[in-house]
């Protein structure tokens, strides 16, 4: 089946899962004019999405892309707080972490496109209008999926004190985005050097991990998912998956999968990346399990 005959069969779907997720933990959340808080932030998240792909599509353009991922998690964070009126203790510490990490990822991956000129993610699905909608559209899933922990638990009718729970998840956090943020600048300063044109780096953390970025991320939200469950009740704990789906995504769908195939058809054949692919963890930081030439 040709790719565009699956992105018309793919958009309906994204925001009918999502739906099906807010029919599930709404009940028993907080409500805005009537309608529950977790579902209006769903909605707000594929509208912005939707309105940006018609400036994608028109001006044939995907910098924003990334941006605009980044910009939804932080709207959606603070629709949540604001409709519920949730300013304990606990709803603005998750919130202000999802802020923090959106506000710094998005600025990364903006400048990173901005300064290639390009994203190559992007090449072939610009031409297609159901291809770049059902892109628009998932990026809207993402934010949906991911952030649905954080979302359901600041909207939630129960507001405790800050307790182990939340100690435990921000500290969590606060080391995945260590990791992830680490990661990214080692990276960086790796490839700003002309003579690591093309070359794999091997040094600091991914020395350890050939993805630490992506364990980084992982880790930050399930410490968010950790600082939400006392607040969870009934099926709002179904919003836990959050973390899980983080999990697929950077493994199984994008992320380290997209990135492995991209190495191995790359430096599949030098001695050097095979010796670095089979002795260093793809996502977990694990010690080496022989020593290589550090790139």
Known sequence: MKLE???????????????????????????FAGWPVYGLCVTLAFLVQWVMFIDSWVRQTEHLFDLTGS???VS???AALVLTGAFDARSLLITAAVGVWASR???????RVRQAGHD???????????????TWTLQGTWVSLTASCVLVAVSSATALPLDLWAVAGITLWCTGFAVEVIADRQKQAFRADPDNRDRFIT??????????????????????A?????????????????????VFLLTRISGVRMLEKQAEKRWGRDPDYVAYRDSTSPLIPLPPTRKFAAA
Do not use: D, K
Request: proline share 8%; net charge positive; glycine share 8%.
């Open 5 to 31: 005959h699956q992105a018309w069969m793919v958009i309906p779907l994204c925001p009918l899962a999502c739906a099906g997720l807010v029919a599930l933990v709404a009940p028993g959340g907080a409500t």
């Open 71 to 73: 910009v939804t998690y």
């Open 76 to 78: 959606v964070a603070l």
């Open 105 to 111: 990822l998005g600025s990364f991956l903006f400048n």
């Open 120 to 134: 190559s993610r992007f090449r072939t699905i610009l031409p297609s209008f159901p291809v770049l909608l059902m």
């Open 203 to 224: 040094s600091g953390l991914w020395s350890w991990s050939r993805h630490p970025n992506y364990f980084g991320e992982i880790t930050l939200w399930i410490g968010l």
């Open 226 to 246: 950790i600082a939400s469950v006392p607040v969870l009740t009934g099926w709002q704990h179904a919003a836990l998956a959050s973390p899980l789906f983080v």
